[in-house]
């Protein structure tokens, strides 16, 4: 995506159609992107400082707390989305469609701890995950921000609806569970994942089942 992205006029635009701003105000798209993007660990005050030294704007903490709504991740999501949106050249979109997915993790102000709460026994008291899918054969992409304690394994069982005959799906470990592959298999879809090193395989031969030795399929002395 070009830089064109990050003019004030388009941020501005995207702020509008996700309603983060709803009318005119001192605070734009710009300035509502830099926040979430450089200010996350800081508090609605340290915001407000930032604000005053980076753009030279008077805004309190109080109107920057009215300001982190649902809408402010709207906006970010409809960013990030515009950002990755490449549509690939129609030469290099044969064959299969391949979805992949993961995730990541960060720390947010405590303040939003409620709304946002982080991971037990990761000294993150609040924090957010972003799940992200990228369709290569389209170009298309899918971002969701959850709060960071929602796990990848449940994150796998709301995709079970949208799960296509035909596409590749690839996913890390954090995703893997029987009943996922299982219904991946049901609709004559195709996954590669991570195993846990634990997990053992058995292909269904001649109506028996037989351990899989994946050291010995991939020529490889030892375990992996």
């Known amino acids: 995506m070009s830089s064109e992205l990050f003019e004030p006029t388009v941020l501005d635009g995207l702020a509008r159609k996700t309603e ?3 009318r005119k105000r001192k605070v734009g798209g710009k300035e509502l992107l830099d926040m979430a993007l450089f200010d996350g660990d800081q508090s609605f005050n340290g915001m407000s400082m930032q604000l005053m030294r980076r753009d030279g704007l008077d805004i309190s903490k109080q109107a920057l707390h009215q300001r982190h709504h649902s809408n402010m991740t ?5 960013v990030f989305e515009q950002l990755i949106a490449v549509e690939l050249p129609q030469e290099q979109t044969q064959g299969l469609e391949i979805r992949i997915k993961d995730s990541t993790r960060f720390a947010l102000p405590e303040v939003i701890a409620e709304t946002f709460p982080g991971t037990k026994g ?3 008291k609040a924090g957010a995950s972003v ?3 990228f369709e290569i054969k389209s170009g298309k992409s899918d971002i969701k921000v959850t709060p960071a304690n929602a796990n990848d394994q449940g994150e796998s069982h709301l995709d079970k609806a949208s799960i296509q005959p035909g596409v590749l799906y690839m996913r890390d470990l954090g ?3 029987l009943s996922y592959m299982n219904n991946i298999n049901k609709v004559k879809a195709f996954f590669i994942n991570k195993l846990c090193p634990k997990t053992t ?3 269904l031969k001649d109506d028996q089942y037989q351990k899989l030795e ?3 399929l991939q020529g490889i002395t030892g375990g992996i």
């Open 20 to 22: 983060a701003i709803q």
């Open 131 to 133: 799940q992200f899918e």
């Open 122 to 124: 990761s000294g993150m």
């Open 201 to 203: 395989i058995y292909l």
């Open 175 to 177: 995703y893997t569970h």
């Open 214 to 216: 994946l050291s010995k």
């Open 74 to 78: 709207k906006f970010v999501q409809a």
